[in-house]
């Protein structure tokens, strides 16, 4: 019986970690286009249909808190169809926490719940999540899937009129930033996949790492990012292709003990 052909794996990586690598993982938009979510500076993304300087900063929802609601009573009824699940790149980040040795942290730009559904659970999001909403007068934070107006009250201090999408707008602080910059620090390998390198201080996450001169540096993207030039290593591709065949190559070490 002719031995069935293995297809070569399609990324060689340059380095492998060794097993008691601590690796950091940037993810963005990129990472779920192919779950069907659109990207943001692609030519078709959302920053081609709507300005980000009328839908995500808060003197935006100061001046229109209306059309704002639209935008992310769109984007989150978006999440919520059928179609829209993980593909193959989360569920390999997913695997890759499950069977690597050291630790694996995720920390992502992205808005949706697409890598806890896959399984993940060492994640930051650092730009906040679609699914929550926050308070603007208590600061009370709550799940939420439906839509939101200037009619829905706060169920902690009972105004009606803050409640806002629990994500981080152009000109606020993102989440987490002591818990990011410990993680930075302490890897050994940063890997940055589906994002342009447009966004800070994500963006700037790479040049801190390569400042520090320990961990290796790992871009995975569909094309090479505003960034690609800091990278020590870098794989182009479609994310469902690239990111399981990068997880797989730098996994089977382990396997071969
Ligand atoms: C901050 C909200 C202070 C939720 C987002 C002037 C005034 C005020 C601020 C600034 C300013 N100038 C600069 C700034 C800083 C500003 C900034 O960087 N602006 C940019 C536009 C220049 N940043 C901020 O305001 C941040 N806050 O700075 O606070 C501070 C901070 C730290 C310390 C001290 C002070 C807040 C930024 C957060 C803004 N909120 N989203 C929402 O609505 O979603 S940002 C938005 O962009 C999303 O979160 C998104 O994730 C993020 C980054 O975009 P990407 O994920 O990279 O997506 P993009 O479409 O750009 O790229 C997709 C990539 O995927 C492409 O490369 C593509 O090739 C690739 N791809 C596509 N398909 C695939 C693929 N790859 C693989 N496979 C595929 N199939």
């Keep these: 019986m002719p031995q069935a052909s293995v297809a070569p794996n399609p990324v060689q990586p340059q380095a492998i970690p060794s097993a008691s690598a601590r690796i950091v993982i940037l993810t963005g938009a990129g990472i779920s286009q192919e779950s069907g979510l659109e990207t943001f500076r692609d030519p078709d993304g959302i920053w081609a249909k709507v300005r980000l300087e009328d839908v995500a900063t808060p003197e935006a929802f100061a001046r229109d808190p209306d059309r704002v609601h639209a935008f992310y009573n769109m984007r989150r009824a ?4 059928s179609t829209v699940a993980p593909n193959a790149a989360h569920a390999a980040l997913a695997r890759l926490e499950r069977e690597w040795p050291g630790d694996v942290l995720i920390i992502t730009q992205n808005v949706d719940s697409l890598h806890e559904r896959a399984g ?19 600061g009370h934070i709550v799940a939420w899937e439906g839509d939101m107006s200037t009619a829905t009250v706060c169920e902690s201090c009972s105004q009606a009129g803050g409640m806002r999408p629990h994500v981080v707008w152009f000109g606020e602080m993102p989440l987490d930033l002591d818990r990011i910059q410990e ?17 800070y201080p ?6 801190l790492v390569r400042k520090l001169g320990v961990a290796h540096t790992v871009e995975i993207n569909l094309e090479p990012s505003r960034g690609a030039t800091m990278f020590a290593e870098a794989h182009y591709g479609p994310a469902s292709v690239t990111v399981p065949a990068y997880v797989a190559a730098i996994l089977p070490a382990r396997d071969n003990g």
Aim: aromatic content about 4%.
């Design 183 to 199: 993680a930075l620090v302490a890897c050994d390998l940063f890997i940055s996949i589906g994002t342009s390198g447009n966004v």
């Design 78 to 81: 978006r999440h919520r169809t």
């Design 202 to 207: 994500a963006a700037g996450f790479v040049g």
């Design 120 to 138: 993940s659970t060492k994640l930051i999001h650092m730009h906040g999540v679609h699914s929550k909403a926050r308070c603007n007068g208590c």
